[in-house]
């Protein structure tokens, strides 16, 4: 469609990580959504994991910051810089004859005129010829191999680091959504405060998050519930390293509020369907994705509570990235639709 030798790419620009999707290639680039910077000068020092790898032990001149914050750019010429390093890494191998790509950013879909805006702005201020933006629980329905262009309701849950998208999509189009800033972000956020609050004990983003991989559970799991972990943080008291233990009951309660909020959000999607897509749904079930979907018993927490089937995507980390770059293939449907709104509006 593009001609030429331009790779074109799909980024999931997420709030934790980023993963690009080159066309033919798949996802070619997994990293986290983390610069390390000079306080001094401003000048890069990292990007992607030996970033993440600084965060809580950096010295006092360098800082390792997240450009993204509730899946909108928090700071936009850091995230300029990341985009250009990871569009760099995607085209590694390119021809010297190559043309700028073509970038597709999957984006909220509570995001506002001027949130969206930055995002197209600082993708072109990354190297892209063209930007284009897509709505992430589109991207992730198609991910998922989700029939969207079909009249047939399709539901999806994307639980990301810094929004959770929840959409009903039939006929290439969201019919409802909902989007809320709470997510896997929260959810250590979550473990964080607990663990302050219970033992005295300061921990960083690392071990919450390790703690919520590996022990942590929605719900009630007695499986879940028995496993136990060794951390380590630094006393509040004493100011000293300290090593304590950690129940998966423990994780489970710190999770408790985070996963209500987002079950909450599901239902709320649900109350707002009409009839037919929501027979649709009940046939076909919820489909789960992003890295929140991994959170041990969560789908059962959302069957039950929903009364419907609810799957984990084959591949829920790649689905939001795998979407948008398929997406590209199918841009001429984008503008359609998009002239076709925009009819619809001024009549």
Same mark, same amino acid.
């Given at each position: 469609m593009f001609g030429g030798f331009s790779r074109d790419m799909g980024i999931d620009l997420g709030t934790a990580n980023t993963l690009v999707y080159v066309r033919g290639k798949g996802v070619v680039v997994r990293e986290p959504s983390v610069v390390a910077l000079h306080t001094d000068s401003g000048l890069i020092e990292a990007v992607g994991s030996p970033a993440k790898d600084m965060i809580g032990r950096t010295p006092g001149n360098i800082v390792a910051v997240r450009p993204m914050k509730d899946g909108v750019i928090a700071d936009f010429d850091t995230t300029a810089t990341m985009m250009k390093?990871?569009?760099?890494? @995607?085209?590694? !191998? +390119?021809? *010297?004859?190559?043309?700028?790509?073509?970038?597709?950013?999957?984006?909220?879909?509570? =995001?506002? @005129?001027?949130? !969206? +805006?930055? *995002?197209?702005?600082?993708?072109?201020?990354?190297?892209?010829?063209?930007?284009?933006? =897509?709505?992430?629980?589109?991207?992730?329905? *198609?991910?998922?191999?989700?029939?969207?262009?079909?009249?047939?309701?399709?539901?999806?849950?994307?639980?990301?680091?810094?929004t959770t998208e929840v959409a009903i999509i039939s006929l290439g189009g969201i019919v409802t959504s909902q989007s809320i800033r709470i997510a896997g972000d929260d959810m250590d956020e979550a473990i964080i405060q607990y663990i302050k609050k219970s033992y005295n004990l300061m921990i960083g983003e690392r071990t919450a998050e390790t703690l919520k991989l590996e022990i942590g559970s929605a719900g009630h799991s007695e499986e879940q519930e028995r496993a136990k972990m060794d951390i380590r943080g630094r006393d509040l008291l004493t100011g000293l390293p300290k090593t304590i233990e950690v129940t998966g009951k423990e994780v489970a309660a710190a999770l408790s509020d985070t996963v209500g909020r987002i079950v909450e959000t599901v239902k709320v999607t649900l109350e707002k369907t009409p009839p037919e897509l929501a027979a649709d749904i009940m046939d076909r079930g919820i489909v789960m994705t992003g890295g929140g979907a991994l959170l041990h018993n969560l789908d059962h927490v959302l069957s039950d509570e929903t009364k419907m089937p609810v799957i984990v995507a084959e591949n829920p980390l790649d689905c939001v990235a795998i979407g948008t770059g398929r997406s590209l293939e199918n841009l001429h449907l984008f503008r359609k639709k998009s002239r076709a709104t925009s009819l619809a509006k001024r009549n």
């Open positions: 390093y990871f569009i760099n890494e @995607a085209q590694k !191998k +390119r021809s *010297v004859f190559s043309r700028k790509p073509n970038v597709m950013v999957c984006v909220p879909s509570g =995001i506002t @005129a001027v949130e !969206k +805006r930055a *995002v197209e702005d600082a993708t072109k201020q990354a190297g892209a010829r063209e930007a284009y933006t =897509i709505e992430e629980p589109f991207a992730a329905a *198609v991910g998922a191999d989700l029939p969207v262009w079909e009249p047939t309701g399709s539901m999806v849950v994307d639980i990301g680091g810094g």
